[in-house]
């Protein structure tokens, strides 16, 4: 069974900064693609980022400029560096990875980033 555990989320202020991690339990050197999806309440999840086998890189415009995903192969680990965090930017963040197009996604169980004063 593939795990996928995510980190550091936490309660910011505006204008501040978090990095979240996603760590899985295999390998993601021939991955596919793996991303960061986010849900705030009462709203639908949405995606926020991506990052492919070939390190091409998607965001959703609401992001753009303002976090960065990158992969570290050796520790089978992505990350989302998010800056200028503003209160819209609340929710609870979920991590995805897919090892081949057209099969199941495996999903982290979620961690909430709070971006208040």
């Known amino acids: 069974q593939v795990q996928l555990v995510e980190s550091g989320g936490g309660l910011v202020q505006p204008g501040g900064s978090l990095r979240l991690s996603c760590a899985t339990s295999?390998?993601?050197?021939?991955?596919?693609?793996m991303g960061w999806y986010r849900q705030a309440p009462e709203k639908q999840r949405e995606l926020v980022a991506t990052?492919?086998?070939?390190?091409?890189?998607t965001y959703a415009d609401s992001v753009k400029g303002r976090f960065t995903i990158f992969r570290n192969n050796a520790w089978d680990t992505i990350y989302l560096q998010m800056n200028s965090l503003a209160p819209e930017d609340t929710g609870v963040y979920y991590c995805?990875?897919?090892?081949?197009?057209?099969?199941?996604?495996?999903w982290g169980q979620g961690t909430q980033v709070t971006v208040s004063s």
């Open positions: 295999q390998s993601i050197f021939d991955i596919y693609l």
């Open positions: 995805y990875a897919n090892w081949a197009s057209g099969s199941r996604p495996y």
């Open positions: 990052i492919s086998k070939g390190g091409t890189t």
